[in-house]
T-cell receptor, first 112, second 113 residues
């Protein structure tokens, strides 16, 4: 099975909080999250391995995450802004041994 | 700070023609350069990748050319087909245990019959 993300679509109101979920590809232990604004390339948010955040991109603390013992992951965004509207992508890989990133289909978040 | 610059933003190619997409990077610590293909409503899918110790890599109709001194690399799609119509992203990452991938801005390719 590949990378799965839920939900696929989400509409939230400014100021609300949202949680997105990701299940990595079988055999993968590292999960990365990306934000892709319309017409742009994906921007790295953070990466989780062994249930800890290992690297972080230039995103505010409103963006937080979690990785569970089964390697699945959550992305949480607090105090949503209109500018948070984007496709949120989850990618999984094998730590150290794998450079290939397998991406999920993404969650399309719309903030109104 | 954009570390990977990609051009053109969009490209229209006749069926059977050659599609060429160019990228340039700034960070000399990058040592892995993948290309991703993304169809509408889908996540990016790895197409082909190259390391800087080779100047060219070919997989089927897709070829990456790499110029380390110029810090540039390009994707060539030979015999372009309508099914190749998608958005293509170049990307780069560096060695280390936790490698984040830096993406270019994307090229929307349309192959017309």
């Amino acid at each position: 099975a590949g990378v799965t993300q839920t939900p696929r679509y989400l509409i939230k109101t400014r100021g609300q909080q949202v949680t997105l979920r990701c299940s990595p590809k079988s055999g993968h232990d590292t999960v990365s999250w990306y934000q892709q604004a319309l017409g742009q390339g994906p921007q790295f948010i953070f990466q989780y391995y062994e249930e800890e955040e290992r690297q972080r991109g230039n995103f505010p603390d409103r963006f937080s995450g979690h990785q569970f013992p089964n390697y699945s992951s959550e992305l949480n965004v607090n105090a949503l802004l209109l500018g948070d509207s984007a496709l949120y992508l989850c990618a999984s890989s094998q730590h150290l041994s794998g450079r290939e990133r397998y991406f999920g289909p993404g969650t399309r978040l719309t903030v109104t | 700070q954009q570390q990977v610059k990609q051009s053109p933003q969009s490209l229209i190619v006749q069926k059977g023609g050659i599609s060429i997409i160019n990228c340039a990077y700034e960070n000399t610590a990058f040592d892995y350069f993948p290309w991703y293909q993304q169809f509408p409503g889908k996540g990016p899918a790895l197409l082909i990748a190259i390391r800087p110790d080779v100047s060219e890599k070919k997989e089927g109709r897709f070829t990456i050319s790499f110029n380390k001194s110029a810090k540039q690399f390009s994707l060539h799609i030979m015999d372009s087909q309508p099914g190749d119509s998608a958005t293509y992203f170049c990307a780069a990452s560096n060695s280390g245990g936790y490698q984040k991938v830096t993406f270019g801005t994307g090229t929307k390719l349309q192959v017309i019959p």
